[in-house]
T-cell receptor
Framework: NAGVMQNPRHLVRRRGQEARLRCSPM?????VYWYRQLPEEGLKFMVY????????ESGMPKERFSAEFPKEGPSILRIQQVVRGDSAAYFC?????????????FGEGSWLTVV | GENVEQHPSTLSVQEGDSAVIKCTYS??????FPWYKQELGKRPQLIID?????GEKKDQRIAVTLNKTAKHFSLHITETQPEDSAVYFC???????????FGKGTMLLVSP
């Protein structure tokens, strides 16, 4: 049973370019979460999605960032016009259900470097 | 929203000693408290969790305690080993949601 799969693992973008990060949840999981980890900091919640729906995007910056989880295919976190401050590790996680205590499994992360 | 404070930020112990990491949370509605271990360049991995209906949980060398009145919970690692060296994160989740609020992490270094 494959875990949460993220790609690319490492991504380098120049300022002003777009970054697209993909996440395939664990088999059978329909709840996807994106977290961002800045260097030497904890993980910050960005967005919670179910298939075709954004449930909670309270942690997502209002501009340049968007996320989707289409009916078919992986979830995508999109960052437009990247800036140096976007350099971070972006972790996707998935769970079977949406309730407290339901284990959240993390992917290996996508490391974005903006030069 | 929820706010989780974690202390200490770094912790150095000798192999075989115990290590304790403490967290406090602000939202009394939180009722799920997991702990994650993250090695350099790796994903966070769940090591133990506790729900608000229990005060303590143990799994081999790892234990977690919860004091809901004081809104704090702690991770205890006994007989530490060099492979325990990593960054440990506590987190809290409010009732009805699986989204987690994380502490800033504790870098644990176990010296042989």
């Amino acid at each position: 049973n494959a875990g949460v799969m993220q790609n690319p693992r490492h991504l380098v973008r120049r300022r002003g370019q777009e970054a697209r990060l993909r996440c395939s949840p664990m088999k059978g999981h329909s709840h996807v979460y994106w977290y961002r980890q800045l260097p030497e900091e904890g993980l910050k919640f960005m967005v919670y999605l179910q298939k075709e729906n954004i449930i909670d995007e309270s942690g997502m910056p209002k501009e340049r960032f968007s996320a989707e989880f289409p009916k078919e295919g992986p979830s995508i976190l999109r960052i437009q016009q990247v800036v140096r401050g976007d350099s971070a590790a972006y972790f996707c996680a998935s769970s079977l259900r949406q309730e407290p205590g339901n284990t959240i499994y993390f992917g290996e992360g996508s490391w974005l470097t903006v030069v | 929203g929820e706010n989780v404070e974690q202390h200490p930020s770094t912790l150095s112990v000798q192999e075989g000693d115990s290590a304790v990491i403490k967290c406090t949370y602000s939202d009394s509605a939180s009722n799920y408290f997991p702990w994650y271990k993250q090695e350099l360049g790796k994903r966070p991995q769940l090591i133990i969790d506790i729900r608000s209906n229990v005060g303590e949980k143990k799994d081999q060398r790892i234990a977690v305690t919860l004091n809901k009145t004081a809104k704090h919970f702690s991770l205890h690692i006994t007989e530490t080993q060099p492979e325990d060296s990593a960054v440990y994160f506590c987190a809290a989740s409010p009732y009805g949601y699986s989204t987690l609020t994380f502490g800033k992490g504790t870098m644990l270094l176990v010296s042989p």
